[in-house]
């Protein structure tokens, strides 16, 4: 049986605010550790009226106070905007004040337009996304140096120029890296440095089958994962009957058309997306959305689910679930984590 974990973008509602938005992922969070999902990733954007996930560092500090048991972390950080040596340090504190519990999931993309990736940039030196690669490995060596790791074992290499320079503070313990992408170029690093891997299913659904085939062909055992580790971040909605499941979705639906016309703002209530005149040209566009998430009852979206780690060998979801209503999403989750017995299996 595949684990549950959640992707929280933390997202903004029609006449909510960012406080509301945040706070809906902290209670959430505080919810669906106690239903038992294995982990909860909290997502980076910038520049945006949709979503008040702009420093997943500082929320998962917050998230790891308020909960428990689950894993938390990013889902993920935009390693071209920053430096390995400060994520690393970043991680390192998180790690030392809740051990065991932090996940560093990393991704490629600017995760905002152009003009903001620039103003995001510390100046002439900023990351190109050619040397992510080399991100990569510089942050995975700062953190395993932390740990007293040095040469084959991990960390810099006897001749390096950066050995002698370690992530603060040091300890033990290393935060899970991940790696997260939408295409081929994700799967290929995750299999290169040996990290799990995370594919977004619910943003480009039609490169799941070269992702992953990329990722299991091309993967080298590393330090932390002598095998393939596969996961995938999936849209779903889950009530106690299809009809409520798609009424509830049409907000999402409608905020995701509104996405690819460059027009996306704060999630709109049902209600609007409901009596939305949409064109034809929009409706079509509106099917290809439809069919990209798991919408339906409890059991509808388990077998698809089941079918899918089935199909890829997928041993993980990572559920997003947008609503504009708060208590549908706790909802939805409390369904699905029935639905799996995540109770029953903690």
Avoid at 35 to 52: D, I, M, P
Avoid at 204 to 211: E, K
Avoid at 298 to 324: G, M, S, W
Wanted: net charge negative; with cysteine.
């Amino acid at each position: 049986m595949p684990r549950l974990s959640v992707l929280d973008q933390s997202p903004i509602r029609a006449g909510g605010t960012s406080a509301d938005a945040l706070n809906d992922t902290i209670d959430l969070a505080r919810r669906c550790d106690v239903l038992g999902y294995k982990r909860y990733w909290v997502a980076e954007h910038h520049n945006t009226k949709s979503f008040a996930g702009s420093a997943p560092e500082v929320l998962i500090s917050r998230l790891a106070a308020e909960t428990r048991s689950i894993r938390v972390g990013s889902g993920g950080v935009m390693m071209p905007h920053y430096s390995p040596l400060k994520v690393a340090e970043v991680f390192r504190v998180l790690e030392t004040l809740y051990p065991g519990r932090i996940d560093l999931g990393l991704g490629r993309a600017a995760g905002t337009d152009p003009r903001t990736t620039a103003a995001l940039m510390p100046g002439p030196k900023a990351y190109p996304l050619e040397v992510f690669p080399q991100q990569v490995e510089m942050l995975t060596q700062f953190l395993e140096d932390a740990t007293g790791l040095v040469g084959e074992a991990g960390g810099f290499p006897e001749d390096h120029p950066y050995l002698g320079i370690h992530a603060s503070p040091l300890g033990t313990g290393v935060p899970e890296m991940w790696m997260l992408g939408s295409g081929g170029d994700g799967a290929m690093h995750a299999a290169q440095f040996g990290l799990p891997y995370c594919y977004a299913h619910f943003i480009n659904p039609d490169s799941l089958d070269q992702a992953m085939g990329t990722y299991r062909k091309f993967f080298q055992p590393s330090r932390g994962l002598t095998e393939p580790y596969a996961a995938m971040g999936v849209s779903v909605t889950v009530a106690e009957t299809e009809e409520e499941a798609r009424r509830i979705s049409a907000s999402r639906n409608l905020w995701v058309l509104k996405l690819m016309q460059n027009k996306a703002g704060a999630f709109p209530s049902v209600e609007d997306a409901l009596a939305y005149p949409y064109t034809d040209e929009e409706r079509a566009l509106l099917r290809g959305i439809e069919a990209r998430g798991m919408v339906g009852t409890p059991d509808q979206v388990r077998d698809q689910l089941l079918h899918l780690a089935e199909k890829y060998d997928v041993r993980e979801f990572a559920v997003v679930t947008i609503t504009y209503d708060h208590a549908d999403r706790v909802r939805s989750y409390e369904l699905l984590a029935d639905a799996f017995a995540l109770k029953a299996a903690a």
